[in-house]
């Protein structure tokens, strides 16, 4: 066995400082009191800046492989790097007043995060199936914990429910590897590449194991019809939890989706294409129509995130296709962007009404809104605009990238798909609007430092980076050719 080298560790370098940070901070939480477990979470983003730094200082190396090929790093991997560790510090945020708040206040949950955002990060950077099995369930785990923290009945039914869906959808992972290490000899994904384009392999053998790792991955982004244990989930779950869940294991499963299919399986893209633009297109038109009937805040949302990973999932129906995969999976990449950064902003408005006991998560609750709390009310216009994909916002510009790389991809019936479900999709996001401008009303709101800075700085970026957005999709074009 070759031992480690220094490329080894430095191709990890982020994660494993993050690993370090999170295990030594499980231990030094024993000796904070209970009721400064704010300085636990402190702690916690003071580890995600550091590894932020790290990763910012490897962009622009040169591709290098770990572990005898079995971690990657390049510029795609650093640039999901660095947006899970920005969402991790997201989630932080949202958590800090919240938790106090809702009684949850532990420091157990935020080394939970922590390692949460290390299996997304190992998610990133894997080369080697094995490896994304293994990452697949270091950042699942925590979030079955988290999903259960609060200790109330919806919570813990919450987390039973996604770590039985969980392990479920892991199960067709590891089956669908096995079959792949049948037809190929490996579980690498350059090997597997290789085998599969010399046609020594099964080629039904792979194009199942394949379909069964889309499953599993499907699973994770709640892709239909693989997405029913969402809206209860997020429903049941802490709503920083759901907030973070909502953001970091969709973009994880997304970019593990990109990396496995793209650098094993471009030979088997013929066999994909079909099941890829039903899943988009099933995925749009459910989430957009079962959101319309809605009445909680946080299930619209979450048939709201059931939709956009439709739409993400468009800009990966033509990863077999040399001339446009590149640009498609640098849209999906900047779509990944923008729907985060509105994301964390919407739910930062819903932490802000929530209460204590549970009320306040009712669409009726925002009427008055913005006679009382303008501000807050035009941040939260602007995060609906955004997922409606209305100008000037970021999720305009995303979805206009998603549409142009679909099309010059020959797939003019899903963007059409798409178009039409984004109109549908103004009904139930205005519907929010609606209520906060032209209804009565007295709603409460709580005022955390963190919780307004989160909001407002996401609210600015969703609008100012919607004018100058080329510098944005340059970088995910420049991470995905390297």
Avoid at 253 to 275: C, E, K, M, Q, Y
Avoid at 278 to 307: E, F
Wanted: proline share 3%; net charge neutral; aromatic share 12%.
């Amino acid at each position: 066995m070759t031992p480690p080298t220094y490329n080894d560790f430095y191709t990890l370098l982020p994660y494993l400082i993050l690993t370090v940070w999170a295990c030594v901070l499980l231990l030094v939480d024993l000796f904070i009191p209970k009721g400064l477990k704010g300085i636990t979470a402190l702690l916690a983003a003071a580890g995600l800046i550091l590894s932020v730094v790290i990763s910012a200082l490897q962009i622009g190396k040169t591709q290098l492989t770990g572990f005898t090929g079995m971690v990657a790093l390049d510029g795609f991997s650093t640039f999901a790097n660095i947006l899970l560790l920005v969402s991790g510090l997201f989630a932080i945020a949202l958590a800090y007043g919240y938790t106090k708040r809702m009684g949850i206040e532990r420091g157990e949950y935020y080394t939970l995060l922590l390692f949460s955002v290390t299996g997304m990060m190992l998610m990133a950077q894997a080369n080697d199936l094995i490896m994304v099995f293994l990452a697949l369930e270091l950042l699942s785990i925590p979030l079955y914990v988290l999903s259960a923290i609060s200790r109330k009945l919806q919570s813990e039914e919450s987390g039973v429910k996604y770590f039985l869906l969980g392990a479920f959808a892991s199960g067709f992972v590891v089956y669908g590897t096995a079959l792949i290490f049948g037809a190929t000899g490996s579980t690498n994904l350059s090997v597997i590449f290789a085998q599969a384009a010399s046609g020594a392999t099964s080629g039904l053998l792979l194009t199942i194991g394949a379909a069964l790792l889309l499953v599993g991955f499907a699973f994770k982004v709640a892709a239909v019809p693989f997405h029913m244990w969402t809206p209860d989930v997020y429903q049941g779950a802490p709503t920083s939890v759901t907030a973070f869940m909502a953001a970091g294991a969709k973009i994880a499963g997304f970019v593990a989706l990109f990396r496995v299919f793209s650098t094993a399986f471009p030979s088997i893209s013929s066999d994909l294409t079909d099941i890829l633009w039903a899943l988009s297109a099933l995925t749009m038109i459910v989430g957009n129509l079962t959101a319309i009937s809605q009445t909680n805040i946080k299930r619209m949302l979450a048939y709201s995130a059931i939709a956009h990973a439709g739409y993400i999932l468009m800009a990966f129906v033509p990863y077999g296709n040399e001339k446009v995969a590149a640009t498609a999976v640098a849209a999906g990449l900047f779509y990944l962007v923008a729907y985060a950064v509105s994301n964390f902003g919407s739910w930062g408005v819903v932490i802000a009404l929530e209460k204590a006991e549970g009320k306040g998560l009712e669409i009726e609750d925002y009427a008055g809104l913005a006679k009382k709390h303008p501000a807050l009310a035009a941040a939260m216009t602007i995060f609906m605009l955004s997922l409606i994909g209305f100008p000037p916002t970021l999720g305009m510009v995303g979805k206009f990238y998603l549409f142009r790389s679909v099309i010059d991809g020959g797939f003019i019936g899903l963007a059409l798909i798409g178009l039409v479900t984004s109109l549908l999709s103004a009904f139930y996001y205005l519907r929010v609007v609606v209520n906060m401008y032209m209804k009565e009303g007295d709603p409460e709101v709580e005022r955390e430092p963190w919780l307004g800075f989160t909001t407002a700085f996401t609210a600015i970026v969703t609008v100012v980076v919607s004018f100058v957005p080329q510098f944005l999709f340059l970088l995910a074009y420049t991470a995905v050719l390297r």
